[in-house]
């Protein structure tokens, strides 16, 4: 499947390990964090995924960037970041672009606020980072991924292009995660659908028609953003639970703002996806695994069991992840 238009494919990625930049002792789950993070990690999962990237797709027609989030003065820079690039992969033509600090401060001085027995979450921040990224994309088209995916079948940035422009309906295409029953105080509580922004598909000129990215931007104050949810019955689920995972409320957006909903579902528009533990994601076009994690690696191989995968790139993609586990990439 092939897509003409000029379009873009962007990693994000931040330039520190959050946890320990900002001090977290305990994880989302409440549970303690050690110390000795490989603060490495994240360049490992972006080359992995470069490299699959790079030999499943003619890249011609995109523009590939990677937007390093200035966290820590004494962080990854862009300079170390583009020569790692270049080594691993001479070949390949990537911007390395930073969002600078003084863009993002304002978030890490909030999460600072947030006492040490609460876990401070990245997530306000994260979405503005995403919504800068939108802003500052020209292209007609755009795909966001996260570094820990894994490209297994050939022109997938396009079959992913393509399905979104089989449903004219919809400008935003990703995988969602299910409504569920969770613990809430004294009772379960059923929560909402949410896009998960491990891999995000727009059409980014109808986009930018329908929602103004740079109100969106400006307004990432959980109050003001629950006023704003269409859908009554949602917003008070957002007044008594609090919740605010990353683009919770821009998913409400897409789905209730307008009379369509706008949002498509990967889990249900592409063929065979495997949904495993850790939001371990098996299908023919991509893999998302946190395999360089014990628990994620288990958690891969026993989806592997569950749905199997063929190819040569496949191959390619699972013997990355094995070596790096191994410390030999």
Not at 239 to 252: I, L, M, N
Not at 261 to 267: G, S, T
Request: charged share 25%; aromatic share 10%.
């Amino acid at each position: 499947m092939e897509y003409r238009t000029e379009a873009a494919l962007s990693y994000v990625m931040f330039n520190a390990y959050w946890d320990t930049f900002i001090g977290n002792t305990i994880d989302q789950s409440d549970k303690p964090l050690f110390p000795g993070v490989d603060t490495d990690k994240n360049v490992k999962y972006l080359l992995n995924s470069l490299r699959t990237l790079h030999k499943a797709t003619s890249l011609d027609r995109f523009s590939v960037t990677l937007w390093l989030v200035d966290l820590a003065p004494n962080g990854l820079t862009a300079e170390a970041l583009r020569s790692r690039i270049a080594a691993a992969l001479p070949d390949l033509r990537i911007n390395v672009r930073t969002i600078g600090r003084p863009l993002v401060q304002r978030f890490i001085l909030n999460a600072k606020k947030i006492p040490l027995e609460h876990y401070r979450s990245p997530n306000m921040l994260h979405e503005y980072v995403l919504l800068f990224v939108m802003s500052q994309t020209a292209e007609e088209r755009l795909i966001i991924v996260d570094c820990d995916i894994l490209f297994v079948r050939k022109d997938a940035p396009d079959y992913l292009l393509a399905l979104l422009d089989r449903h004219p309906d919809k400008i935003a295409a990703s995988f969602v995660e299910r409504p569920a029953w969770r613990p809430f105080q004294d009772r379960q509580q059923l929560s909402r659908e949410r896009m998960h922004t491990m891999t995000l598909v727009f059409h980014m000129t109808r986009l930018k028609t329908m929602f103004k990215l740079e109100s969106l931007m400006n307004n990432l104050d959980w109050a003001k953003q629950v006023e704003q949810v269409p859908d009554l019955e949602a917003r008070q689920y957002y007044w008594e639970c609090g919740v605010h995972d990353t683009f919770s409320f821009f998913t409400e957006q897409l789905k209730h703002k307008y009379p369509q909903d706008l949002l498509l579902n990967l889990n249900e528009a592409m063929e065979d996806v495997y949904e495993g533990e850790m939001l371990t994601i098996l299908s023919d076009v991509l893999i998302h695994a946190k395999y360089l994690e014990p628990d994620g690696y288990k958690s891969l191989l026993d989806a592997l069991k569950e749905r199997r995968l063929d190819g040569d790139i496949v191959e390619y993609a699972l013997d990355l992840a094995r070596l790096s586990r191994e410390g030999q990439r």
